[in-house]
């Protein structure tokens, strides 16, 4: 079982930046795709970003692009958001997801086993 512990949220104004931290409990980290997701009042949990197990590979979602880094550290056992310019429309709940069976990024959240238990991230205006 997979443990996924998220720190970082918090009120912050537009145009403002927050790095989200996403820890993990296994030392089989550096097998997991990871992902980053959000979840808006009313509105259903979206793909924000991923990476790939060595983080070679990356995938945003179009409205983060230019905007989100995801990164991890494998040996940290650790995979990081860090939001830049920062809107009110980023306003959700985010949670950091792992993906222990696909190689590949996968950007619905069914493809990922285990999740933690969320970050609220404010923008305000």
């Known amino acids: 079982q997979v443990q996924l512990v998220e720190s970082g949220g918090g009120l912050v104004q537009a145009g403002g930046s927050l790095r989200l931290s996403c820890a993990a409990s296994?030392?089989?980290?550096?097998?997991?795709?990871m992902g980053w997701f959000r979840q808006a009042p009313g509105k259903e949990r979206e793909f924000v970003a991923g990476?790939?197990?060595?983080?070679?590979?990356?995938n945003y979602a179009d409205s983060v692009k230019g905007r989100f880094t995801i990164s991890r550290d494998n040996a940290k056992k650790t995979v990081y958001l860090t939001m830049n310019s920062l809107k009110p429309e980023d306003t959700a709940v985010y949670y950091c997801a792992a993906d222990f069976v696909r190689a590949l990024i996968s950007t619905s959240p069914r493809a990922y086993a285990y999740w933690g238990q969320g970050t609220q991230v404010t923008v305000s205006s």
């Open positions: 296994e030392r089989t980290f550096s097998t997991y795709v």
């Open positions: 990476i790939s197990r060595s983080g070679g590979n990356t």
